[in-house]
T-cell receptor, first 114, second 111 residues
Framework: ETGVTQTPRHLVMGMTNKKSLKCEQHLGHNAMYWYKQSAKKPLELMFVYSLEERVENNSVPSRFSPECPNSSHLFLHLHTLQPEDSALYLC?????????????FGSGTQLSVL | GQQVMQIPQYQHVQEGEDFTTYCNSSTTLSNIQWYKQRPGGHPVFLIQLVKSGEVKKQKRLTFQFGEAKKNSSLHITATQTTDVGTYFCAGETGTASKLTFGTGTRLQVTL
């Protein structure tokens, strides 16, 4: 148990569906992240939040919409996704966003878009 | 943009053999981190290297940071089946946290 909980663990959705991924961290950290992990590709940073403010949006399509209501919770709202969006979506947290912060990852949501 | 490559992509060893994965960055790094992801699992932080030429050990694992701070390696001595997984390096540049992950090396260990 890393202290970062993600739900659901698995999600299958059609291209016209709307769904949300949830992440909660119990570590008292101030920064939270969304990463995308596709087969045979490096982990891709999608969004960074520091103290509930979005500090990084890594050219992610608008069909992915993050929300950070407080420093412990992070959501990723999904709508009109494409099959190529199928991947493992990992949430992570860190104490801050300075250099040298180590990331604590959740177990991920395995997303399949049909 | 910054790129971090790892070689090999995959290695299969017999238990007891040694294993090394190499990480190379296109730019000079301020620090490098290593993570391990077990099959079906999530990345778990192993270690961070900051100084040029730094060497750190964790039991059978030895981590090195190159003198030019553009490359790093992870060496496992006498592999065990518990070492199975994918090992990622992740480098940072500049003054703000923005890790660029490497492509990963998947290690398979058989008896």
């Amino acid at each position: 148990e890393t202290g970062v909980t993600q739900t659901p663990r698995h999600l299958v959705m059609g291209m016209t569906n709307k769904k949300s991924l949830k992440c909660e961290q119990h570590l008292g950290h101030n920064a939270m992240y969304w990463y995308k992990q596709s087969a045979k590709k490096p982990l891709e940073l999608m969004f960074v939040y520091s103290l509930e403010e979005r500090v990084e949006n890594n050219s992610v399509p608008s069909r992915f919409s993050p929300e950070c209501p407080n420093s412990s919770h992070l959501f990723l709202h999904l709508h009109t996704l494409q099959p190529e969006d199928s991947a493992l979506y990992l949430c992570a947290s860190s104490q801050g966003t300075g250099v040298g912060e180590k990331l604590f990852f959740g177990s991920g949501t395995q997303l399949s878009v049909l | 943009g910054q790129q971090v490559m790892q070689i090999p992509q995959y290695q299969h060893v017999q238990e007891g053999e040694d294993f090394t994965t190499y990480c190379n960055s296109s730019t000079t790094l301020s620090n490098i981190q290593w993570y391990k992801q077990r099959p079906g699992g999530h990345p778990v932080f192993l270690i961070q290297l900051v100084k040029s030429g730094e060497v750190k050990k964790q039991k059978r694992l030895t981590f090195q940071f190159g003198e030019a701070k553009k490359n790093s390696s992870l060496h496992i001595t006498a592999t065990q089946t518990t070492d199975v997984g994918t090992y990622f390096c992740a480098g940072e540049t500049g003054t703000a946290s923005k890790l660029t992950f490497g492509t990963g090396t998947r290690l398979q260990v058989t008896l």
